[in-house]
């Protein structure tokens, strides 16, 4: 049962331009949500979170939006740059448990 | 460094043998989780202990799965009888008890099992 789900495997986006990571989840008792980074040959990297209570959250260049009625968060990069090229996971926490989707690998061309 | 730290970093070993693989969390982390990612996929919860206690085990976790955090500290991972679909990155992750901790991973410990 996937609880949670990134849809677009890939994505390519010209430097300086905003990059778009889509995430959608079914379980509606995520108290809150995270997206992470992963290069080739490492971990997970946590990147940004938001709280189930909020709609949007901001560090840098990185926002994170919330739309609890669709049951869909996205993560916004501006402006995008080449070392943003990585593989990124959205993840849901409920339950002591956190849940994962199947990521989606953003290549940034320079 | 004061990472979460997975050793080994990779291992091979036949099928039919057991493995052993070792976390170190981040040391003020009283929650440690174990996960699996295989290519294309996102990490698969197995296991995390809350303290020295294991709290919750997948139902995905096969009886030739052990984990151990015999003093709330490190955690090791055992898979006995080594099989061709166990071969897959294992990830160790610590976090804070409590809401909107986020999990911090290492690196870790990718397996072949030929």
């Known amino acids: 049962d996937q609880q949670v789900k990134q849809n677009s495997p890939s994505l390519s986006v010209q430097e300086g331009r905003i990059s778009i990571l889509n995430c959608d989840y079914t379980n509606s008792m995520f108290d809150y949500f995270l997206w992470y980074k992963k290069y080739p040959a490492e971990g997970p990297t946590f990147l940004i979170s938001?709280?189930?209570?909020?709609d949007k959250n901001e560090d840098g260049r990185f926002t994170v939006f919330l739309n609890k009625s669709a049951k869909h968060l996205s993560l916004h990069i501006v402006p995008s740059q080449p070392g943003d090229s990585a593989v990124y996971f959205c993840a849901g926490f409920t339950g002591n448990q956190f849940y994962f989707g199947t990521g989606t690998s953003l290549t940034v061309i320079p | 460094d004061t990472g979460v730290s997975q050793d080994p970093r990779h291992k091979i070993t036949k099928r039919g043998q057991n493995v052993t693989f070792r976390c170190d969390p981040i040391s003020e982390h009283n929650r440690l989780y174990w996960y699996r990612q295989t290519l294309g996929q996102g990490p698969e919860f197995l296991t995390y202990f809350q303290n020295e206690a294991q709290l919750e085990k997948s139902r995905l976790l096969s009886d030739r799965f052990s984990a151990e955090r015999p003093k709330g500290s490190f955690s090791t991972l055992e898979i006995q009888r080594t099989e061709q679909g166990d071969s897959a990155m294992y990830l160790c992750a610590s976090s804070f008890q409590g809401s909107n901790s986020p999990l911090h991973f290492g690196n870790g410990t990718r397996l072949t099992v030929t």
């Open positions: 938001i709280s189930s209570i909020k």
